[in-house]
């Protein structure tokens, strides 16, 4: 099996997404390289990379979203 058959997981593909600029800027509200506080979010982060409201300084490309969204619908794993 190659990595790509695998699902995505937090510590491999999910928190090298978010950048020290939108950890620092979300640490009010949750801590994005927090495997907990991520998952526990999961849906409202979908909803914000998918529309573009985050992170504030320009829209994820396809491919991170489509990242994020596999890792929510397989189960959010560590």
């Given at each position: 099996?190659?990595?790509s058959?695998?699902?995505?997981?937090?510590?491999?593909?999910?928190?090298?997404?978010?950048?020290?600029?939108?950890?620092?800027?979300?640490?009010?509200?949750?801590?994005?390289w927090?495997?907990?506080?991520?998952?526990?979010?999961?849906?409202?982060?979908?909803?914000?990379?998918?529309?573009?409201?985050?992170?504030?300084?320009?829209?994820?490309?396809?491919?991170?979203v489509?990242?994020?969204?596999?890792?929510?619908?397989?189960?959010?794993?560590?």
């Amino acid at each position: 099996m190659t990595r790509s058959d695998m699902s995505p997981s937090f510590d491999n593909d999910i928190k090298a997404l978010f950048r020290e600029s939108d950890r620092s800027a979300m640490l009010f509200r949750l801590d994005l390289w927090s495997f907990d506080d991520v998952r526990n979010t999961a849906d409202a982060i979908l909803a914000s990379v998918s529309s573009g409201v985050m992170p504030c300084d320009g829209k994820w490309p396809d491919e991170k979203v489509r990242l994020f969204q596999r890792w929510v619908a397989s189960g959010a794993q560590r």
